[in-house]
């Protein structure tokens, strides 16, 4: 080939490359980086749902979709948004970790005006909407809201009613007495009460704050609003100790699952729905799994006589929030757009088809099957936020909590620590963190 | 005469090192750096780090569960190395009289634990101690043992044991190989001559065979006190430290405190404290250990 041919082919190649880099940055202007922790089955087919009708919506916008468990959301995200290299959409847990010192490091946007104008949070308790607000100084609670979930979690209590029916136990349980006989009744049955394991994951942290929070009526849930928002107070309430004294009660004299130290929350979960066990305290989002059995229901825990509306643990899953990787007002938006996408009346039908427990309300036009855990829970979840009788995760009421949760209750269900000694490490915890602030 | 290329200059055989050195830095030597730096601040990993002088080290010796990572991780090298090491002595012993045919088949099943990555060992044995479904307890049962049928990893006296079961069967093949190896350079003359004299098995075993495997008890020591400490995987599936941190070690605290609770300079002191130590370490061995022929 002569030289003037090879110089003709550099060129025309150089051009090519430069065309196709061209182009290739023009379609990176309308990709989206998405993180979110939906990693179960069902909720994984939900996103692919939803991008999937996203995407169809708008032209030329790809999602550049990451999934991760919620314990890597947590551990990435943060610096991923300091290198500059994250998502421009993601899911963030609330509280003072995550989403409170990522505010206040300016690494999230505020979603108020867009909350506005597509209307997020509306038919929520305005308690809901506060789990996503951190204020300048750093206040959890108020100012700025930085989070809008897609679904709603209640910490309930499941029952295997032809366990129940078996052991002669009449259903409904109407209080937390109610609870106490069925729980003998189903013991002299030969079948464990509760399904419990502690190797892994938080079911004693639930059953101990259900516990605990089910004897707390909504008009008094201001000292628990001021404990979780870091505003004051202390967990050395007579709520608490009971709660504390139950569950280790329960431990020592054989209501759990034998074994239940070694045994994990998942497998657990696993031996309630296969009818190992009567009762399991747990969070909606074990409804993908225990649907499987259609003897299993779902109520709030049973609280005791005189409490008219009980808090129920629960709240939103993770947040949908907006970060600085979104520069200009255009990627905002679209931003914005997509999280309307995955809140709204429309993405709720579209949760609920596939068992999940939507935060924003049905259209009452709609006409999606539900499963029977999830018609329980809709009800008991409408109830609860018009009662706004929706608890606390107590592991947000600090950094460490969860870590000290974690490694006192084992200890308190062993017996080797007393419901007093138990509740004195989350207060000094609390307390500690605090004086931090 | 051809000049040999390390008669060079200098400069130019350092191209030669350059692309590997860029690696070493970039990927080892910086981060280490760069982990020691930090190690003197308190950062959440947002901002810029804060300098606060030795206060990470000083509060790590006033830590109890720092103190109960140590402790559990010196107990731990009981089953990372003495008993390995003890076990692969032994069998590098029984398996070498093995025929030629059957000694490799007998060498490769008894090293297949080590070829396997250790948290998918961590995940399967989490399953084999489970105390409701897992084997070990049914089979206790079933024998009418039921009454030792503990729910291992969720007892806090017998949480780190069953641990420390799992790292004697994952690190004994390995250490059976490694003395394999030298056996095989022993002189049989000496055998042969303790034998004419009269000397029983443990004697030649006491007075031959040990001190001649001195180099190899040191490289097994050496690299098994190595893993020791910076165990995390295996117990980290299986236990995750816990119950209430009775299998917690330094690297899972590590972990814990950069991860979990972004103390990302308070977690690099732990990393630096667990290089130093392993570095101590490997050191006395060095010194206690000291081969004749110099290896």
Redesign the interface.
Known sequence: MKLRQIHLLGIGCVAAATAFAGQTSVAAAQDVPVWHSYTYEAQAETMRELIASFVAEHSGVTIDETVRSF?DL??TL??AL?AGNGPMVTQVNQGA?DMG??AQ?G?LIPLDDYAAKFGWGAGQSAGIIDRGRWSESGQFGEGPNYGISSLGEIVGLYYNEKVLEDAGVALPIENFQGFLDALEKVKAAGVTPIAMG???GNLPLHLYSALAQSQVDAADRGALDDLIYGRGGDFKTEANMTAAKFLQEWSKNDYL????????GD?AVQ?FTAGQAAFLTGGSWYFGDVQNNADIHFMPFPAPEGVSHPLSVGGVDMGWTITSLAKSQAEKDLGAEFIQHVVSPAAAVVWARHGYLPATSLPKESDVELSGLLKEAIVIWDDLNANNALGHYIDWAS??ML?TV???I??LM?G?QSPEEFVGKLDADYQAFLATK | MTKSPLDGRPLANLLFLLPSLIIYVAFIFGPIVVAVGLSFTDWNGLGRPVFVGIANYTALFRDPDFLTAMKNNAVLMIFYCLVPLALGMVLASVVSAVPPRERLAVRTLLFLPYIMPSAVIGIVWRWLYNPLFGPINQGLKAVGLGALALPWLGDFTWALPAVGFVVVWYYFGFCMVIFMTGLQRLDPSLYEASRIDGAGPVYTFRRITFPLLLPEVRIVLLLTIIASIKSFDLIFTMTRGGPANATLVPNIYMYEMGFQLSRFGYAAAVAVFGAAAIFAVNYAVHRAINPKDGV
């Open positions: 314990d947590s551990l943060r610096l300091q970790k010192t990522m490091a690494l502690t190797a892994s699952l034998s074994g239940f130290s070694g045994i994990s497998d031996l950094p460490t870590k974690q490694d006192n084992v200890l062993a080797r």
